[in-house]
């Protein structure tokens, strides 16, 4: 009897190749849940406490979603679903999410009057799995039906959003964009996109680069030029915020053509570096906390 192949690459490895594979199929995996056919936006994971899930997390538990067509949003440990009187179903697969944390450490090649610590960045795999797969759990982990919210009050709750923000919007021209220099964002008139939620994604999108401005959360890896491999990060960054923000604002995401130019500085980007998808998530994470007005915290 053949033996199990047992995973030995590392976890930034996998995770990116995954990705990786996804782009090169021209697929934008932030997007897959917007494109299953489910009908109308998605939010984020859950985990069994209702707390939603940020980051890289979110990106690994969509796209297990969309391959495997879970509609419940929440997702528990094993022994979760023990301790709440569930069972997994026998032959199911988990889905593996990643927690970040340092540990300190003693240095000894520490400089003369430093402390002699050393904080290193540990990155922990674990499984769970979707309450689709947990049979006897309490009623209240029981798939519901979406409460239908109107057009208008989406769009409502968006634009008390972007105001919250206090960023300066502009409307003209042809194109969407932020200007650093000046500290504004650029946007077309809502007459110019195909759809009305199309505006709004587009515009969270420019606002994601907004909050990279140096007194704000100063992201130093932007460009101006389209080839630079700065330009592609913080092209990602930007663009895993606005999928972040759709699912918490409830707007519908759908592939932008324009940014089918930004994929092969994307796959450059993660080919070089394992681990740029995970960075780009934690700083898109940080990006929405300050727009929402949290204080960050890692994902």
């Given at each position: 009897?053949?033996?199990?192949?047992?995973?030995?690459?590392?976890?930034?490895?996998?995770?990116?190749?995954a990705i990786v594979a996804d782009l090169e199929r021209g697929v934008r995996p932030w997007?897959?849940?917007?494109?299953?056919?489910?009908?109308?936006?998605?939010?984020?994971?859950?985990?069994?406490?209702?707390?939603?899930?940020?980051?890289?997390?979110?990106?690994?538990?969509?796209?297990?979603?969309?391959?495997?067509?879970?509609?419940?949003?929440?997702?528990?440990?094993?022994?979760?679903?023990?301790?709440?009187?569930?069972?997994?179903?026998?032959?199911?697969?988990?889905?593996?999410?990643?927690?970040?944390?340092?540990?300190?450490?003693?240095?000894?090649?520490?400089?003369?009057?430093?402390?002699?610590?050393?904080?290193?960045?540990?990155?922990?795999?674990?499984?769970?799995?979707?309450?689709?797969?947990?049979?006897?759990?309490?009623?209240?982990?029981?798939?519901?039906?979406?409460?239908?919210?109107?057009?208008?009050?989406?769009?409502?709750?968006?634009?008390?959003?972007?105001?919250s923000t206090g960023a300066a919007v502009r409307h003209g021209g042809d194109r969407a964009?932020?200007?650093?220099?000046?500290?504004?964002?650029?946007?077309?008139?809502?007459?110019?996109?195909?759809?009305?939620?199309?505006?709004?994604?587009?515009?969270?999108?420019?606002?994601?680069?907004?909050?990279?401005?140096?007194?704000?959360?100063?992201?130093?890896?932007?460009?101006?030029?389209?080839?630079?491999?700065?330009?592609?990060?913080?092209?990602?960054?930007?663009?895993?915020?606005?999928?972040?923000?759709?699912?918490?604002?409830?707007?519908?995401?759908?592939?932008?053509?324009?940014?089918?130019?930004?994929?092969?500085?994307?796959?450059?980007?993660?080919?070089?570096?394992?681990?740029?998808?995970?960075?780009?998530?934690?700083?898109?994470?940080?990006?929405?906390?300050?727009?929402?007005?949290?204080?960050?915290?890692?994902?």
């Amino acid at each position: 009897m053949a033996r199990p192949v047992t995973e030995t690459r590392p976890l930034y490895t996998r995770v990116t190749d995954a990705i990786v594979a996804d782009l090169e199929r021209g697929v934008r995996p932030w997007t897959k849940p917007w494109a299953s056919g489910a009908g109308g936006p998605v939010g984020r994971p859950l985990r069994h406490s209702g707390e939603p899930y940020r980051g890289i997390n979110v990106l690994l538990l969509w796209a297990e979603a969309f391959e495997r067509g879970y509609a419940a949003p929440t997702w528990m440990t094993f022994r979760q679903a023990l301790a709440l009187g569930g069972h997994v179903r026998k032959g199911e697969h988990g889905a593996t999410v990643v927690y970040a944390n340092r540990i300190v450490r003693e240095d000894p090649d520490a400089p003369a009057g430093d402390d002699g610590l050393r904080s290193i960045p540990f990155l922990k795999a674990y499984t769970v799995f979707n309450v689709g797969q947990i049979d006897s759990l309490p009623a209240v982990y029981a798939p519901a039906p979406a409460l239908a919210v109107s057009a208008e009050r989406r769009i409502a709750a968006v634009e008390a959003f972007v105001a919250s923000t206090g960023a300066a919007v502009r409307h003209g021209g042809d194109r969407a964009y932020y200007a650093p220099g000046p500290d504004y964002v650029q946007m077309p008139k809502l007459a110019a996109f195909p759809e009305l939620e199309d505006y709004y994604a587009t515009l969270l999108h420019e606002l994601t680069h907004w909050t990279g401005h140096a007194s704000r959360l100063d992201r130093e890896f932007g460009a101006p030029r389209t080839g630079d491999n700065r330009y592609a990060r913080e092209e990602l960054v930007a663009e895993l915020g606005a999928a972040f923000l759709c699912a918490d604002l409830g707007v519908s995401l759908r592939p932008r053509e324009d940014h089918a130019s930004y994929l092969a500085g994307w796959l450059k980007v993660m080919k070089a570096d394992h681990r740029s998808i995970f960075a780009a998530a934690a700083h898109a994470q940080r990006a929405c906390d300050l727009l929402s007005g949290v204080a960050t915290a890692e994902p």
